[in-house]
C-alpha cells in the first residue's frame, strides 16, 4: 500500500507546498509530548499529504502499474490535497459533532481557521474560505440524505478528477458536467479507500486522546 512503507527518502511531489509543509512539521510534531489543538493540525495536514506520497514504480501492483503509472506526476498537487482536505475534515467534524460535541467547539473552528490560511498560501487564490464552505455544504446534503462513504467518495472523485495537472479547485455547481473517466475514477478511488482505511481511524484516536487531555485539565 502507497501510505503504508517507505514512508521517508523519496522524492517528494514537485510544487506541492502542503506537502513540504507537513514533511517540516511531521518532524517538528515528533518533539511534542501533549496533544494541543497546533499539534492535531499538524498530524491532520500531514496525514491528507500521504495521499500524494510518492511511491518507486516497484512497489506497486500490476493493477496499479496498468491503471495509474503517473499518478503523482497528475494528482499528486496542493489542489487535489485540498479537496481530500475538506472532506477528511468534514468527516472528523461529523465524528466530533455525534462523539464530543464539546470538543468540536473547541477544535474544530481552530483546525478550519488553519486549513484556509495554509490552503490560501498554497494554492494563491483568495476564496479558500469560500470553497471548503461549498465543499463541506455538498458533503452535509449527502449524509442528510442518507448518503455514506460510497456516495461521498463518487463525489469527492468528481473532485479529484477535476485537479488534474494542479488545476486549481473552484466552485462547482449541479449543472457541471460529469468527468466521465473509468479508469482514473477506479484508480482514485482505490487510492481514497486505502487512505481513508489506514488515516481515519488513527486521525479520530487523536482527537480522543486531546478530548481526554481537555477533561482531565478541567
Excluded at 477544535?107 to 498554497?122: G, P, Q, R, W
Amino acid at each position: 500500500m502507497r501510505f503504508l512503507s517507505n514512508l521517508f527518502g523519496r522524492p517528494k511531489p514537485r510544487g506541492s507546498v502542503v506537502f513540504q509543509w507537513a514533511e517540516r512539521r511531521w518532524k517538528e510534531l515528533g518533539q511534542l509530548k501533549d496533544s494541543t489543538p497546533e499539534w492535531m493540525f499538524g498530524y491532520f495536514i500531514y496525514s491528507i499529504s500521504r495521499f500524494i506520497e510518492p511511491r518507486p514504480e516497484r512497489d506497486r501492483s500490476e493493477e496499479e502499474r496498468a491503471l495509474g503509472p503517473d499518478f503523482e506526476r497528475h494528482y499528486g498537487n496542493d489542489s487535489a490535497l485540498f479537496e481530500l482536505g475538506c472532506y477528511a475534515y468534514f468527516r472528523l467534524d461529523l465524528w466530533l459533532f455525534h462523539e464530543n460535541p464539546g470538543v468540536r467547539q473547541r477544535i474544530s473552528a481552530f483546525l478550519a481557521d488553519e486549513f484556509v490560511k495554509l490552503f490560501t498560501e498554497a494554492l494563491q487564490i483568495y476564496y479558500v474560505q469560500r470553497l471548503l464552505c461549498e465543499r463541506l455544504e455538498k458533503y452535509g446534503e449527502i449524509a442528510n440524505s442518507g448518503g455514506g462513504p460510497k456516495e461521498f467518495h463518487s463525489y469527492l472523485v468528481q473532485l479529484l478528477l477535476r485537479t488534474r495537472d494542479s488545476k486549481r479547485p473552484k466552485p462547482y455547481g449541479d449543472k457541471d458536467p460529469l468527468v466521465l473517466d473509468l479508469e482514473r475514477s477506479f484508480m482514485l478511488t482505490a487510492e481514497l479507500m486505502t487512505w481513508e482505511e489506514f488515516f481515519l481511524p488513527t486521525l479520530t484516536k487523536s482527537l480522543w486522546q486531546l478530548a481526554d487531555q481537555k477533561t482531565s485539565s478541567r
